[in-house]
C-alpha cells in the first residue's frame, strides 16, 4: 500500500497508515447480518421455527 500511494505522488514522510480497509476487511455485524440471512433462508427452506425472531429476507421463488 505504500508504495502505490508513493507511485500516485503521496508523500507522507514515509509512514503509511491506513485507518479502516472497508472493502477488505469486514465487519462484526455484516457477519452476523449473513449467518442471520441464510439461517433464515433455511428455516423457510426446511420448515422449521426460530427461536429468536430475525429480520426476515426476500427469498424468490419460493
Known amino acids: 500500500m505504500r508504495n502505490i ?3 500516485s ?3 507522507n ?10 472493502p477488505l476487511v469486514p465487519k ?3 457477519n452476523k447480518r449473513a449467518l442471520e440471512a ?5 428455516s423457510r427452506i ?3 421455527e426460530l427461536a429468536e425472531e ?5 427469498i424468490e421463488n419460493l
Open 5 to 7: 500511494l508513493l507511485d
Open 9 to 11: 505522488g503521496v508523500n
Open 13 to 22: 514522510g514515509g509512514r503509511c497508515c491506513i485507518a479502516r480497509l472497508d
Open 28 to 30: 462484526a455485524e455484516n
Open 38 to 42: 441464510e439461517l433464515y433462508f433455511y
Open 46 to 48: 426446511f420448515k422449521f
Open 54 to 58: 430475525i429480520e426476515p429476507v426476500e
